[in-house]
């Protein structure tokens, strides 16, 4: 059995393995701190955001911070099972391989 097929598309992209990344090891991350992270535009980002909060991998807090409006984002237990099968995928996949 070819594991490559266990792998979940939607992680396919760097900049979506790296926001899962950063969300499974920190309760929260505020939107600039994943920018500067993960070094990208708020543009590419902000769409890269809204496909995880699309397959419900990630959760999207709004509030404030005085009068500045502070948006965070936090993994929900979709998300981070989806994202403990894609790696246990790629460590079968590396296995495999071998």
Do not use: C, W
């Given at each position: 059995m070819?594991?490559?097929?266990?792998?979940?598309?939607?992680?396919?992209?760097?900049?979506?393995?790296?926001?899962?990344?950063?969300?499974?090891?920190?309760?929260?991350?505020?939107?600039?701190?994943l920018?500067?992270?993960?070094?990208?535009?708020?543009?590419?980002?902000?769409?890269?955001?809204?496909?995880?909060?699309?397959?419900?991998?990630?959760?999207?807090?709004?509030?404030?911070?005085?009068?500045?409006?502070n948006?965070?984002?936090?993994?929900?237990?979709?998300?981070?099972?989806?994202?403990?099968?894609?790696?246990?995928?790629?460590e079968a996949?590396?296995?495999?391989?071998?």
């Amino acid at each position: 059995m070819n594991p490559i097929g266990n792998l979940n598309k939607v992680f396919e992209s760097r900049i979506r393995l790296g926001v899962m990344s950063v969300l499974m090891v920190n309760e929260e991350v505020s939107f600039n701190d994943l920018k500067e992270m993960l070094e990208v535009t708020d543009g590419n980002l902000a769409s890269h955001l809204g496909t995880l909060e699309e397959n419900a991998y990630i959760k999207v807090h709004k509030g404030f911070i005085g009068r500045k409006t502070n948006t965070t984002y936090s993994i929900t237990k979709t998300g981070e099972k989806a994202f403990k099968g894609h790696l246990a995928a790629l460590e079968a996949m590396i296995k495999f391989s071998q």
